[in-house]
């Protein structure tokens, strides 16, 4: 071979390791020869090695376009795209190299390492399988192997894998990471637990065993035990978004929300665009009470990512706690949304169906609170009084953690199915595949929600109800249920003048049922009535929804009623800083903070429950009134105080109390609130006579009888399913 000494001065300099004068040699050689193909490959692979990939890239390419066939040129071109972060470009370089050469093995795992963090797990397999016939000593591609078939809901295989790489290779810490999710994913969470730290005592400096340590207690409740790991595994790597990311997680758990935002704050530090890490932060803000800020969170992912599903669902359910957005805006918005998805969105080819007006009706309810959820204890009287004459019931469950709950849910369908992990066209052909009639949403847009699904319309007829106090936006749904006092007919703006396609700009016909639009199951006891004391009243309602308008009128009750306390436990007012500022926020409506009662979360549904024995009267905040919490107080005795308003969401107390005889209680303004409370409390002998007769009162009501509400529902479906078999479309 002839001698090229420019060549061999520039590799030497580049073997001793001095880089910019190896590059500075390489760079004269590919000027004075512009076809030299290992200059051009070279002087990247220098700047690679001097972390400057934006540089390397430009050689790079030239020297593959000038050695199409050179399998180093498109390896090395692959790592540049990859420090990048140009993954599914790198995949094919790879793919490239290893066409080229194929026991190149490094090649074959570094496209499935590119593959997995595109989320393609399931194509990344067959990549790292290549990469071990080519070389079976090849550990990442072990790790990868067994990393990706744990992802892909195969952890034993895993296991197995990683059991083969350790007679071949070793064991070591990073294998015993994957080791440490596989067993999680098989439900071992004691041995992932043990083998963890055993990992972080063997490797205390490795900031991914602290990682997933953090994160494996955190998935086995011990939030403080997650959230210590997390801070050593950020301390020991203070460049990585995720950590601060998930130690967030840890801290939201225990209920310190301004160490979540600080943690939160560092990961977008790190990320600037991490769009999940500003989702997170509106959560935190919501749950403190602050959907105003919650909301400029939200706006700040959506620009960051406008096609963002999740975050503009977050911001759609945030506008129904704000009292200074009117219902027509707020209705409004969600029908652009409901647009601008079904736009994208191509639904499913259209399907014969059996027109039968009068046969049994298969009904899908799909939701992610199939499980201990406010939802779960209006569903499951449903689901058991359905006529099977009637209706076939299918459960479409998307949640990955099921609970007691979820195996009573489970037992009261006739079909079920686990969709958690399924993407929304997946999803889609399941419902359309199983010959579902009726699809009904339970979420809206509230966390976990599938209306991408509903968008693709896979069931003649779809429905949404119960989980969501608004129009959901989609005209893919077609009907939604209510009674006529939570959505009277022509509220608010006299029928279609906000530009619905429903009553009052509804994306939805409203289909308005002749008795309450719910049904309860009530817990089987109620605490006795508190004894003497102060006069107590009481929300333990959501802190989003104690709107400004919602404390000054509190503000004026206590101040009607001077002996008295207002009682509030919520989630948020377990820390300590969300706390003080709700104590800032009633002494500036003119509360003393000492008559404020603040409560955080009990776990126990029990331990809850008996918090009621505390309050005399609750009060149901507005523009959106408690559901669950509406129920809970009666079903513990406790009678409650609403503000009738002019959406679903403000009307929901009032819908309540009526079938109970208690519309005096239903106030229409503010004034009459306030009457109203601080009438009740005055009147000794009526409110000892609801807090003992309430309980039962409730439970002889239409708000818990399941056989009549059932067999309501049963017509609503069989009328919109005649009307839907008489259209001329399938």
Partial sequence: MQSDPAMAVADGLHRAGRLAEAAAAYRAVAAARPGHAPAWHRLGLVALQAGRADEALAPLERAAALAPRDAAVHHDRGHALAALGRYAEAAAAWETAARIAPRLAAAHANRGTALAMLGRAGDAVPAFRAALRADPNHRAAWIGLADCLARTGQPREALATLDRARVRVGADAEMALVRAAALRAVGDEGAALALLDETVRAAPRLAPAWSALGLARLAAGDAAGAAEALARAEALDPGDADIPYNRAAAERER????????????????????????????????????????????????????????????????????????????????????????????????????????????????????????????????????????????????????????????????????????????????????????????????????????????????????????????????????????????????????????????AERLVRLDRPFLCYEPPPFAPAPRGDGPPTFGSFNALAKISPATVAVWAAVLDAVPDARLFLKARGLGDPETADWWRARFAAAGLDPRRLILQGRVAATGGHLAQYGAVDVALDPFPYNGTTTTMEALAMGVPVVTLAGDRHAARVGAAILRPLGLDDLAAADAGGYVAAAAGLVRDAARLHGLRAGLPSRLRASPLCDAADFARAMEAAYRDEWRRRVAENRD
């Avoid at 704000?322 to 918005?333: G, L, M, P, Q």
């Avoid at 009639?437 to 979420?443: E, K, R």
């Fill in 255 to 506: 209920d310190r929300y301004e160490a979540a935002l600080a943690a939160l704050g560092r990961a977008l530090e790190r990320r600037p665009g991490f769009v999940a890490a500003r989702l997170h932060r509106g959560f935190v803000r919501l749950e403190q009470g602050r959907p105003v800020e919650a909301e400029a969170e939200l706006d700040a992912a959506l620009a960051a990512r406008p096609d963002h599903a999740a975050a503009a669902s977050a911001r759609l359910f945030a506008l129904n706690y704000r009292d200074d957005r009117d219902a027509a805006t707020v209705r409004a918005a969600h029908r652009a949304w409901g647009q601008a998805l079904q736009a994208s969105v191509p639904p499913l080819p259209a399907t014969s169906f059996d027109r039968d007006p009068e046969r049994r009706l298969r009904v899908g309810y799909l939701s992610p609170d199939f499980r201990t959820h406010s939802v779960a204890w209006f569903l499951a009287p449903l689901l058991a009084a359905h006529d099977r004459s009637r209706v076939e019931v299918v459960g479409y469950a998307d949640l990955a953690e099921p609970d007691d709950m979820t195996a009573r849910l489970r037992a009261r369908c006739d079909l079920w199915r686990d969709v958690h992990g399924l993407e929304d066209t997946a999803l889609a052909a399941q419902v359309r595949a199983d010959a579902v009639d009726l699809l009904v949403d339970l979420a809206g847009h509230t966390a976990g929600n599938r209306l991408g699904v509903f968008a693709r319309r896979p069931a003649p007829l779809q429905a949404t109800w119960l989980g969501y106090p608004n129009t959901t936006g989609l005209t893919a749904i077609d009907f939604r249920i209510t009674d006529a006092v939570c959505d009277p007919a022509g509220q608010g703006d006299g029928g279609h003048g906000d530009g619905g396609h429903g009553d009052g700009g509804h």
